[in-house]
């Protein structure tokens, strides 16, 4: 009869686990969405990714297994951000117009590599676009949170899926992720980023080697914070076009 007592211990013991934990790891929590919300559209709101983030810490509490060798912030973090990122899915953050004015720049920017045999300059995708340098900015600076791979590549610009969609839900075929992960797509990618211009090259080492935010990349090159965000969403986009095979 000892048997329900010990359960309703274990149950307290374990409520109050999950609560330190919780407790401990709020701020884990707001730094991670403060670092997601710096790369995506201004739409975006940040107390809903904490919310959904706090969400995601506390399963992963639930879920915490020690024995398994690995530090509960490590195991948060990847529980928080799936949790912010499965809400940005639902929510279909990155707008349609939005998507087709990165299909519209990356087809121009492969266009031009194919015609020159180097990355393009802004004047020269401007022109391919038959827009004004200050419209094709603009374009750059409505991708702001473009990633290399969207789930929004397998729809068309009406929202539709496409054929490429079976494949991922095809269990034999190739999965994405193992494709990004793969030896020759971080090879091709890091060929890719020489590849870029001296500038594309300096925000991308600043950002994601230096963990600079927009605001602070702006001070190192002297320039506004959307132009930065405007030369990230470029060197994204440039990158998608020299890898399309892979993406």
């Not at 407790?23 to 559209?41: D, E, F």
């Not at 290399?148 to 999965?175: I, K, M, P, R, W």
């Not at 605001?215 to 405007?230: D, M, N, P, W, Y």
Request: glycine share 6%; aromatic share 6%; charged share 25%.
């Amino acid at each position: 009869m000892a048997a329900p007592h010990k359960w309703q211990a274990y149950q307290q013991q374990s409520s109050q686990i999950i609560q330190i934990d919780i407790n401990q790891h709020a701020t884990l929590v707001k730094k991670l969405a403060s670092m997601m919300i710096s790369r995506l559209p201004a739409c975006v709101d940040i107390n809903d990714l904490i919310q959904v983030g706090t969400i995601g810490l506390i399963e992963a509490a639930r879920q915490f297994d020690s024995a398994q060798g690995v530090q509960f912030e490590t195991f948060a973090s990847q529980r928080i951000r799936g949790a912010m990122l499965d809400e940005l899915r639902r929510e279909d953050w990155l707008p349609r117009q939005a998507r087709r004015n990165v299909r519209q720049i990356e087809n121009a920017i492969h266009q031009l590599e194919q015609q020159l045999g180097r990355s393009p300059t802004e004047g020269e995708i401007a022109a391919v676009l038959e827009i004004p340098l200050a419209d094709y900015q603009s374009m750059l600076g409505e991708c702001k949170g473009i990633t290399l791979v969207h789930f929004d590549d397998f729809q068309d610009d009406d929202g539709n899926n496409t054929s490429n969609v079976g494949n991922v839900e095809d269990d034999n075929a190739d999965n994405p992720l193992d494709t990004l992960a793969s030896e020759g797509f971080r090879g091709a990618l890091i060929e890719a980023i020489k590849l870029l211009p001296e500038r594309d090259q300096l925000v991308m080492a600043l950002y994601y080697e230096q963990d600079l935010n927009l605001k602070e990349i702006g001070a190192v090159l002297g320039v506004s914070e959307s132009r930065v965000s405007q030369l990230h969403s470029q060197a994204i986009v440039r990158l998608r076009s020299r890898l399309r095979e892979w993406t």
